[in-house]
């Protein structure tokens, strides 16, 4: 049965996510998908997700992206209501360079829930990655709406904050990142970031006193 399902498997990766990627009509095998089991297919995308996310030899990265993307579309077509399998596709597809359809499925992830902060999250690293900081920063601080203890939601809000000119901003949200991962890079990354913050507060102070004197 499972020989049956990963030739299946390979006619998603080979036909489908080639045909979209390219604009040809998706010609989708038809399963039986009372035969797959969820669990055994999830553990075995994230296995291959884990080690294409992680790998640094590209040949190795891109196989085993094909192969998470191959078991996601599976499993996004059998719970075609669920956001964290798009949200791999859309990582996925991302890893792999095709950036049109990364945004189809960052945008498809979270029309199927709008209070899903991982989607938001991951829309933001999705322009962060491209320093689109602006566009990053709409998407995180919808994440943080949904959810404001996420370490990574956090940290890049600070950091785009920084990359502004916003140091007071960027100094409150790299304290909450702290909160909730407090490390001493991050320690010494916000003193340093007050510190300019108070010069900053203190030049334009003397500067509106010189302008009324004046």
């Known amino acids: 049965m499972y020989k049956i399902l990963f030739i299946i498997l390979f006619l998603f990766i080979i036909f489908p996510a080639i045909g ?6 998706e010609y989708t095998p038809r399963i ?8 055994e297919f999830e553990d075995k995308a994230f296995q291959y997700y884990t080690i294409a996310i992680q790998s640094t030899i590209k040949e190795e990265q891109i196989k085993n992206a094909e192969l998470a993307v191959g078991c996601y579309r599976i499993l996004t077509s059998k719970h075609p209501a669920s956001p964290k399998y798009t949200l791999k596709l859309a990582q ?7 950036d049109r359809l990364a945004k189809e499925f960052y945008y ?22 491209r320093k689109e900081y602006r566009r990053a920063l709409k998407q995180y601080n919808k994440a943080y709406i949904q959810n404001n203890s996420i ?18 901003s960027a100094v409150k949200y790299l304290n909450e990142a702290y909160k909730i991962n ?4 991050l320690n010494v990354k916000i003193r340093l970031l007050e510190e300019l913050n108070s010069s900053n507060a203190l030049y ?11």
């Open 204 to 214: 334009y102070k003397n500067t509106r006193i010189h302008f009324v004197e004046d």
């Open 182 to 185: 407090p490390t001493e890079e």
């Open 92 to 98: 996925l597809y991302n890893l792999m360079g095709h």
């Open 32 to 39: 039986d998908y009372s035969l797959i089991n969820t669990k």
């Open 151 to 168: 370490y990574n939601v956090n940290n890049k809000i600070g950091t785009i904050y920084q990359k502004l000119g916003d140091t007071q």
């Open 108 to 129: 498809k992830t979270i029309s199927l829930d709008e209070n899903y902060a991982p989607g938001y999250e991951g829309f933001g690293d999705y322009y962060y990655n």
């Open 20 to 25: 979209a990627e390219k604009g040809r009509i």
